[in-house]
């Protein structure tokens, strides 16, 4: 039977991608090597980790705009400890938009560092929403952010003008939808959700917002020294950039970002139609600010639950249960879940009603 996976990371990649990545497992390059074994200062993976940053670059628009792309070990949670390293002043101060649990993660970080202004938070509603109509301090180091919310299924959809340095975590929906990245001037994402396998992440930050915090960073937290060392500092996780590379690749070749952001549209569409038609099933997040990338949502009466979860277990489903710390259900549609798996939810859905309503 077909699966359909939804878990919202490590999640699914494209078919193509396991292909390749499982041929390069037994011969990378025909070199009668494993990926898993080659030197990391081999001429062929050097060739792969140059490719890798460069592409990253290239979807975003960021090419010859004074950015680097680094790929870098400790997943997005290192990015909240390395950003105020990097960026905030010894006298300074930063800002923060706090959407769910990793933007907390994030702030409980900065504060070790120095004074960390919340400039607007939705904890008053479980995260539900994200704040509006908030005043970022224009004396603060930078404003940071995080785009995309697994936990609660909310997405900025919009970003402001700060008049100073713009940092996002765009862990679960990076290269999933077109903006303009050259307004970030720092963006981290751990690789799991649109990218590649657990255990590397993208880094991607405008050198010229570096140097300037009159600090010692500690080499391996130090972004330059990442940069002069062409991301090989230390040994890179060798599989995690080579399958981020890979699924790069398959995005360039469906057509980048704008090809990728209409399937996400669509597929985001079809369910979001079905829980708001569907009584037996509500959505948490509020309508503006719903997630393209994650869809939550829970049953209208849950005594049915054991009912549902049998239906879409059965049907090749795999991942739907929500968070821990909400409940209910959690769609995730990253880059790689075609439609197709979004429609076989969405039948278990109606079949669902069906059977209860009679």
Known sequence: MKKHNYSAGPCILPQEVFQKSAAAI?????????????????????????????????????????????????????????????????????????TGTWAAG???????????????????QNFSYIPKDYTVPTDADYFHCTS???????????????????????????????????KFDLIYAGAQKNMGPAGVTLVVVKESILGKTGRQIPNMLNLQQHIEKESMYNTPPVFAVYTSLLTLQWLKNLGGIAAIEQINNAKAELLYNEIDRNPLFKGTAVNEDRSVMNATFVLADESHAPVF????KAAGISGLTGHRSVGGYRASMYNALPLE????????????E?????
Not at 28 to 48: M, P, Q, Y
Not at 309 to 312: A, G, I, Q, R
Request: proline share 2%; net charge negative.
């Open 26 to 98: 037994l011969d990378f390059n025909g070199s009668g090597l494993s990926i898993l074994e080659i030197s990391h200062r081999s001429k062929d993976f050097i060739a792969v980790m140059e490719q890798a940053r460069a592409l990253a670059l290239d979807l975003l628009g960021l090419t010859g705009k004074g950015y680097q792309a680094l790929f870098l070990h400790g997943g997005a949670s290192l990015e909240f400890l390395m950003t105020p390293y990097n960026l905030m002043t010894k006298a300074g101060k930063a800002a923060y938009l706090e």
């Open 106 to 124: 994030a702030i409980k970080e900065a504060k070790a560092f120095g004074e960390t202004v919340v400039v607007a938070s939705s904890k008053d």
């Open 148 to 182: 995309n919310n697994t936990i609660f299924g909310t997405q900025m959809k919009t970003f402001p003008n700060t008049g100073i340095p713009m940092v996002c975590d765009m862990s679960s929906d990076i290269f999933s939808r077109q903006m303009d990245f050259s």
């Open 309 to 312: 979860d049998e239906m879409w």
């Open 341 to 352: 798996s979004v429609q076989v939810l969405v039948d278990v859905m109606r079949e669902f």
């Open 354 to 358: 069906q059977k209860v309503s009679g």
